[in-house]
């Protein structure tokens, strides 16, 4: 393996660990009035979902595991897949997979902004965010950041044109 294989794999696995944190920890608490208190995370929110199927929550059930974790798990594979073999063929289907599941992946942050905005402009609830959240975030913004090495690094070991010189 070249170095930057190493320095792009470490940056993957930090990736996943924050994703995993990121959906598993509590990402907010609801709390409405004094009494009452809901605290959630992405994968306790699908397994809810789940467990009571009704047409709202067979649709929301399909958005959040879509886009919170079926792309972001396809990204993460393809983008280890690239690291793995760096540089052997980069322009390929799957390079411009990632790059399309990449695009898609970026809704679990819509839908963690909605979710916030919802429950912040509804009157007498207070949402806390937790952790969950923080890590959830980062592990996008890496993924952004290593998305965008590969496709940096690919432009970097394309073969260079040769310039035509008229004279």
Same mark, same amino acid.
């Given at each position: 393996?070249?170095?930057?294989?190493?320095?792009?794999?470490?940056l993957w696995l930090v990736i996943l660990a924050c994703f995993?944190?990121?959906?598993?920890?509590?990402?907010?608490?609801?709390?409405?009035?004094?009494?009452?208190?809901?605290?959630?995370?992405?994968?306790?929110?699908?397994?809810?979902?789940?467990?009571?199927? &009704? !047409?709202?929550?067979?649709?929301?059930?399909? %958005?959040?595991?879509?886009?919170?974790?079926? #792309?972001? *798990?396809?990204? +993460?594979?393809?983008?280890?897949?690239?690291?793995?073999?760096?540089?052997?063929?980069?322009?390929?289907?799957?390079?411009?997979?990632?790059?399309?599941?990449?695009?898609?992946?970026?809704?679990?942050?819509?839908?963690?902004?909605?979710m916030v905005l919802l429950l912040k402009v509804r009157v007498?609830?207070?949402?806390?965010?937790? &952790? !969950?959240?923080?890590?959830?975030?980062?592990? %996008?913004?890496?993924?952004?950041?290593?998305? #965008?090495? *590969?496709?940096? +690094?690919?432009?970097?070991?394309?073969?260079?044109?040769?310039?035509?010189?008229?004279?």
């Open positions: 393996m070249k170095p930057i294989q190493y320095v792009l794999f470490i995993i944190l990121g959906v598993s920890l509590p990402i907010a608490t609801v709390e409405k009035f004094i009494f009452f208190e809901n605290e959630f995370s992405l994968v306790g929110s699908i397994i809810e979902l789940a467990g009571e199927p &009704s !047409g709202q929550n067979v649709l929301l059930l399909l %958005i959040i595991g879509i886009f919170t974790f079926v #792309f972001p *798990i396809a990204k +993460l594979a393809t983008m280890f897949l690239q690291i793995k073999h760096y540089g052997k063929n980069w322009q390929n289907k799957m390079t411009r997979l990632v790059e399309t599941v990449g695009h898609f992946s970026m809704l679990d942050v819509f839908i963690i902004a909605l007498l609830v207070d949402v806390i965010i937790h &952790s !969950g959240f923080y890590w959830f975030f980062v592990s %996008i913004v890496l993924s952004i950041v290593l998305s #965008f090495a *590969i496709k940096q +690094l690919r432009k970097k070991e394309l073969p260079q044109p040769l310039d035509n010189e008229m004279g």
